[in-house]
């Protein structure tokens, strides 16, 4: 077979270029359409399906744990150098502000469970002064198993190329608001200040409701 010619291999880089780049077009515009799609729902009622995962306690975690709190979840992983921290950081701001009401809790799936063992998520909890695993459940477990929750039942975006950095696991950035049946009624992106306000507000407000029924 004849070599190929110097500007026949540069043709080929060329296009193999542009072919690597319209793909990587298309995945970063269906994750921003994905997003932008859980931010525009605005509140409703949308049940998750069961599941069972692992806090970082070494107890198995199911749907029914959820159920009869308010809950606020999110999605991390302990490797991740840049949302992760700033999001579990608002996240325990959160926290602290309803430290003393038992009626709203707090919950963080890991997207690199495999990495993520509940040892792990114990350390990355403590590192952050959290030592309730009751308030605030960190979750790791089957891969599969997450990657059904988040694309199916919370309904956001995670692309995954098999690495274990911010360059190589994209996932969302929302804070997720669930209702003591397990039901998302409420996205809130976690960079948005005016919507960290509103969750704070929203919170307040159905933790009133409780006490008055």
Request: with cysteine; aromatic share 12%.
């Amino acid at each position: 077979m004849k070599p190929l010619s110097f500007l026949e291999r540069a043709l080929w880089g060329i296009v193999s270029l542009v072919i690597c780049g319209v793909v990587g077009l298309w995945i970063w515009k269906t994750f921003q359409k994905t997003e932008t799609a859980a931010s525009q729902v605005g509140m409703f009622q949308i049940p998750i399906t069961d599941f069972s995962l692992v806090n970082q306690v070494g107890k198995s975690v199911t749907k029914d744990n959820l159920l009869g709190k308010i809950y606020v979840a999110d999605f991390i992983f302990t490797s991740c150098a840049g949302a992760c921290p700033i999001m579990t950081t608002k996240m325990l701001e959160l926290s602290t502000m309803f430290k003393y009401d038992d009626a709203i809790r707090f919950v963080s799936f890991s997207v690199d469970p495999e990495t993520d063992t509940p040892d792990v998520l114990k350390q990355y909890a403590e590192s952050y002064g959290i030592n309730d695993s009751a308030k605030w459940i960190f979750l790791t477990g089957d891969k599969k198993e997450i990657v059904r929750l988040v694309k199916n039942d919370f309904k956001l975006a995670l692309l995954d190329s098999g690495g274990t950095d911010e360059e190589t696991i994209i996932h969302s950035q929302y804070f997720v608001l669930l209702n003591e049946r397990a039901e998302i009624i409420g996205y809130f992106d976690s960079e948005d200040e005016s919507r960290m306000k509103e969750l704070f507000f929203t919170i307040r407000k159905l933790l009133q409701a409780r006490n008055y029924d």
